[in-house]
């Protein structure tokens, strides 16, 4: 797993290595403009623009969102990253803080149309995926909802057949999503595949 250190060294090549990989159809990447594009549409698409991003990187998204006039929180751990995605989105409220240990407090106060995570929850283990996750829906006003982004995959055999076919390239530190496994937790969840190895879980806000 990359610390904090880890990706402000990644910070500035970060753009370019995910491009890399996407465009050679490669794991861990592959998919990552679909997964990206469902996203933004998805976001715009809804009747509310207020977006928090948990581990927003560079703002590769959210910088896009902002642009279309989207009001945009964030959370990230890495410093780097939140100084180049501030300078991109100067009117942004972005804070610093490890997202394994929850949402940070200046964050709780708000409520948000759409909250979006993109290749980061992958850092945290299922268990507590799920506890994030619940932790998230609360702060969604209603009709909000959560999308998360990232290397995922429908059942567990289909990982195991990527990771598999990944061989020596495959990072053990990362535990992915596995949408059947998931969704016993959340039954209103939803599966868009990107590629093999990628895809978008959509978990609405519920009426109950």
């Known amino acids: 797993m990359l610390n904090a250190t880890g990706f402000n060294l990644w910070a500035d090549g970060y753009d370019k290595s995910v491009g890399l990989s996407d465009e050679s159809g490669?794991?861990?990447?592959?998919g990552y403009r679909k997964v990206l594009?469902?996203?933004?549409?998805?976001?715009?698409?809804?009747?509310?623009?207020?977006?928090?991003?948990?581990?927003f990187g560079t703002g590769t998204l959210t910088t896009k969102l902002y642009d279309r006039g989207c009001v945009i929180y964030g959370q990230d751990f890495s410093q780097r990253m939140i100084d180049?995605?501030?300078?991109?989105?100067?009117?942004?409220?972005?804070?610093?803080?490890?997202?394994s240990t929850g949402v940070v407090d200046a964050l709780k106060g708000q409520r948000y149309d759409a909250i979006i995570a993109t290749y980061s929850l992958h850092h945290l283990s299922d268990e507590d995926k799920s506890a994030f996750l619940k932790e998230l829906l609360p702060l969604l006003n209603d009709?909000?909802?959560?999308?998360?982004?990232?290397?995922?995959?429908?059942?567990?055999e289909e990982l195991n057949a990527c990771r598999k076919q990944a061989g020596?390239?495959?990072d053990?530190?990362?535990?992915?999503?596995?949408?059947?496994?998931?969704?016993?937790?959340?039954?209103?969840?939803?599966?868009?595949?990107?590629?093999?190895?990628a895809g978008v879980l959509i978990l609405p806000k519920s009426d109950r």
């Open 26 to 30: 490669t794991y861990p990447f592959a």
């Open 37 to 55: 594009n469902r996203i933004y549409n998805g976001v715009l698409s809804g009747n509310g623009k207020t977006v928090l991003d948990i581990g």
């Open 84 to 99: 180049l995605a501030q300078a991109k989105m100067p009117q942004a409220h972005l804070y610093q803080g490890d997202f």
């Open 143 to 156: 009709g909000g909802t959560i999308y998360i982004g990232d290397v995922a995959f429908q059942t567990r």
């Open 168 to 170: 020596d390239g495959w």
């Open 172 to 197: 053990n530190d990362e535990i992915y999503f596995v949408y059947d496994e998931l969704k016993a937790v959340f039954s209103n969840l939803i599966f868009e595949p990107c590629s093999d190895c």
